[in-house]
């Protein structure tokens, strides 16, 4: 499945901040420094040290406000949104498009030496949540089972009773919101039952969750 990319800069925060002060005066490829709209956030301390760079549009992207950050207590910064200035939220292209381009505005800075920029992601699998026993319970049970009706039928409720034990067992960190996508975009189910199931995948593993508690 698609996912949201990733971009952080690492290296000695004397480098990281030539950097960024760097291209906060130079030109490249339509990027620049919004040093307005930085002057709109809260003067609460929590928010010092973000910078914000935008882009115009191209025929290959849209015009967007890219947020950087400090990573407390990890001496890093990373990219922590990219927000379109007209339109809709941005989809995962879209997003991606304007992250890559400014890793390689990046890269092309005279002051990038000494700095890592790593740009990551842009896929979600689930076998990052899920070990190989947990997802073949999963892709059995979706595979096999009447997509009208979910898990109502008695041998598709025990594949799914195998998929959601599999999980609590192992502590997967799956959420439910990467299991509908997958639901709907990778295996074709019903919105509505996709939803039902993911009801079913919350309260079950809560209540197993409970059951070990008070055993």
Known sequence: MKDYKELKLTG??????????????????????????????????LNSGFY????????????ANLWLAPKRGAEYYYVT??????????NYDDYNVILSSFAIRLRASQFSNNVQIIEEG?????DAFLSQEALTCLQRFSR????ATGSSHHLDKERWF???????????????S?????????????????TELIIEYEQQRSLLEYYDKTR
């Not at 914000?52 to 015009?63: A, G, M, Q, V, Y």
């Not at 195998?162 to 439910?176: D, R, Y």
């Not at 990467?178 to 996709?194: G, K, N, V, Y």
């Open 12 to 45: 000695t925060p004397e480098c990281q901040s030539r950097l960024l002060s760097g291209i906060s005066t130079e030109s490249f490829d339509g990027w620049k420094r919004n040093r307005a709209l930085e002057e709109t956030l809260p003067a609460d301390g």
């Open 52 to 63: 914000c760079f935008t882009c115009d549009e191209r025929p290959s992207r849209r015009s």
């Open 81 to 90: 949104n990219i927000i379109p200035n007209q339109g809709d939220r941005l």
């Open 122 to 126: 842009g896929t979600l699998v689930l």
């Open 144 to 147: 096999t089972a009447n997509k």
């Open 162 to 176: 195998a998929f959601i034990v599999a999980a609590h067992v192992e502590s997967s960190s799956l959420n439910s």
């Open 178 to 194: 990467d299991l509908l996508r997958w639901l709907l975009e990778e295996e074709l189910w019903p919105e509505d039952q996709a």
